[in-house]
């Protein structure tokens, strides 16, 4: 039996790129969701994955790579 994994990640994004970071976002296969936020963080982002080595690499190479990310917190939950 597998079990998918879901994080939440809070973004914050660099000044009047919140826009570009969202739509870049919404097009990951991964994605659930995303939603702008107020507070400490401009974004967040619902993916899932299959495993945490997975959550880890798309963070990696797909969220902290994006254009007009300037730092991201990581929320995990097992399903």
Do not use: W
């Amino acid at each position: 039996m597998s079990s998918t994994i879901r994080a939440y990640l809070l973004i914050e994004t660099q000044a009047g790129e919140s826009n570009t970071v969202l739509e870049t976002l919404k097009s990951l296969q991964q994605t659930v969701q995303v939603d702008r936020v107020t507070g400490p963080y401009d974004l967040i982002c619902i993916i899932e994955a299959d495993n945490l080595e997975e959550v880890g690499q798309i963070v990696r190479e797909k969220i902290h790579t994006t254009p007009g990310v300037s730092r991201t917190m990581s929320c995990i939950r097992f399903k």
